[in-house]
T-cell receptor, first 114, second 112 residues
């Protein structure tokens, strides 16, 4: 079946602009995660959604970052007033059920802030 | 000290070689240990998953966990050019703490 999809695959924006990144998880997966992968760095946890529970936002680096998940499926990560240090690959993953179920990753969105 | 340390490499080996990749960690609460493979411009994919200490084998891949030393390893036997990728270790305490902590990844190239 279809895996996790993310769009856009690449995004170039100017400093100060807002961006929205989209994630379509695997159908039926109740858990959804966002990570950030910066050059030379490991994956950094950003946010976790599980079913209808309140999301765990503890990994969001600043209040310029927010995410929502509509209808328990598609998720959007929004970065407001982008800064150059926001340039990274943003990865989405989904899993079926409670952790530590296997997380399946999408291909990522490569964000470049000029 | 970072919670998870992983030598970034790069590591270059000839086809057929045995490859050893490893990570050290400092958080004794970690119970779940994973290895992910990430091809260029792709998302990571889970290779091996181990709970607590011990060995696990899957085909050409063997994962080892030594909790007493806080050290995990991934061995690749008979390495192939298709194994060329970045290998990421990841771990979590499990239970109600689901967050994965990743190493920075080791870039492996297997030369034909």
């Amino acid at each position: 079946g279809a895996g996790v999809s993310q769009s856009p695959s690449n995004k170039v924006t100017e400093k100060g602009k807002d961006v929205e990144l989209r994630c379509d998880p695997i159908s039926g997966h109740t858990a959804l995660y966002w990570y950030r992968q910066s050059l030379g760095q490991g994956l950094e946890f950003l946010i976790y959604f599980q079913g209808n529970s309140a999301p765990d936002k503890s990994g969001l680096p600043s209040d310029r970052f927010s995410a929502e998940r509509t209808g328990g499926s598609v998720s959007t990560l929004t970065i407001q007033r982008t800064q150059q240090e926001d340039s990274a690959v943003y990865l989405c993953a989904s899993s079926f059920g409670e952790p530590p179920e296997t997380q399946y990753f999408g291909p990522g969105t490569r964000l470049l802030v000029l | 000290q970072k919670e998870v340390e992983q030598d970034p490499g790069p590591l270059s080996v000839p086809e057929g070689a045995i490859v050893s990749l490893n990570c050290t960690y400092s958080n004794s609460a970690f119970q779940y240990f994973m290895w992910y493979r990430q091809y260029s411009r792709k998302g990571p994919e889970l290779l091996m998953y181990t709970y607590s200490s011990g060995n696990k084998e899957d085909g050409r891949f063997t994962a080892q966990v030594d909790k007493s030393s806080k050290y995990i390893s991934l061995f690749i036997r008979d390495s192939q050019p298709s194994d060329s990728a970045t290998y990421l270790c990841a771990m979590s305490p499990g239970g109600s703490n689901y967050k994965l902590t990743f190493g920075k990844g080791t870039l492996l190239t297997v030369n034909p």
